[in-house]
């Protein structure tokens, strides 16, 4: 059987509508965090409130992220037979997001430094995130319906 490039082609462009479909919230969410963590900041840090607060901005941009990813998999797949996968997704995904930005801030940008401690507060904000989606959007109670 012989496979066209234009079947691939239209089967690509299918697929990549559906998972922009699927993800768009928790897409744009990932979109927001990389603005605001390459943009330069002020250099007279005119901006923290406290001492680390940076870290407090780094936790709850991935609890966010994080709890979207999982309402998005929850609303999409609520008849899924493996509940586990939303974890591993969800656990995994906002964590390589993470110190990939930290990568680029380390090495793509002059303003920027990556940061272990950002990617730790990065690693709480998604544990935190995961947390409450477990709470909030609790799968086998979207199966059932």
Known sequence: MQISFAYLQKKLYLCSVKFFKTYTYSLS??????????????????VQLFPNADKFVHAFLFLALTFVLYWE??????????PYVYNIITLTLPLLYGAALEVAQQYCTTYRT???????????????????????????????S
């Not at 969410?29 to 005119?46: F, H, R």
């Not at 998999?73 to 493996?82: D, I, L, M, P």
Request: charged letters at 20%.
């Open 114 to 144: 990556g940061s272990k401690w950002d990617l730790i507060a990065d690693a709480i904000g998604i544990g935190m995130g995961w947390l409450l989606a477990l709470i909030w959007c609790n799968p086998s109670r979207h199966a059932e």
């Open 29 to 46: 969410v990932a979109a927001i965090i990389a603005i605001l963590l390459l943009v330069p900041m002020p250099e007279d840090n005119s």
């Open 73 to 82: 998999q929850v609303r999409q797949r609520a008849r899924v037979r493996k």
